[in-house]
């Protein structure tokens, strides 16, 4: 499906998009609120911009998607891949990234506010200057990553993988 097939569709009110191919699609600034997109290939997308509050993403391929400064809250995106991907300035609270394969990711500066990242891979992700507070990030591999200016506070980090991660300059509470 080509990304104005989508658009079109989403206009007349089709919601379910799940498992479309949209491989290098160009859907900078687009308004997919509440849109099912699961197991959708986005591979490379352009995304940034785009409206994409409670939208579904379960098992979504978005390797290498630039997501940067998107919205993206309240949407579900349980065990996506996100391998590479660029979120810079997005708005993640209250967003459910559980399972989701976060690895080499920028995150510089997105909001994660209540996010749920139970066993997300975060592996060598930049994190700098993020807002994960409230988040829960049980079990999350967050080994290489840089947390560097990242707000922790009351994220619960039972379990969580921190080795070799860049702490300088995290907040953290007393309850870590």
Request: aromatic share 2%; charged share 20%; hydrophobic share 45%.
């Amino acid at each position: 499906m080509e990304a104005e097939q989508l658009l079109k569709n989403y206009a007349a009110g089709i919601r379910d998009f799940t498992g479309v191919n949209l491989s290098e699609a160009n859907l900078r600034e687009a308004n997919l609120k509440g849109a099912i997109l699961d197991k959708a290939i986005l591979d490379g997308a352009n995304l940034s911009h785009a409206n994409l509050a409670q939208t579904s993403f379960v098992g979504a391929d978005l390797n290498g998607a630039d997501l940067s400064d998107a919205n993206l809250s309240g949407s579900n995106l349980t065990g996506a891949i996100l391998d590479g991907a660029i979120l810079d300035g997005a708005t993640l609270d209250g967003a459910n990234l559980s399972q989701a394969d976060l690895t080499v990711a920028k995150l510089i500066e997105t909001n994660l506010t209540e996010a749920e990242l139970q066993q997300a891979s975060l592996i060598a992700a930049n994190l700098n200057g993020a807002d994960l507070s409230g988040a829960d990030l049980t079990v999350a591999d967050l080994s290489q990553a840089n947390l560097s200016e990242a707000d922790l506070n009351q994220a619960n980090l039972s379990g969580a993988n921190l080795e070799g991660a860049n702490i300088e300059g995290t907040i953290l509470d007393e309850n870590v």
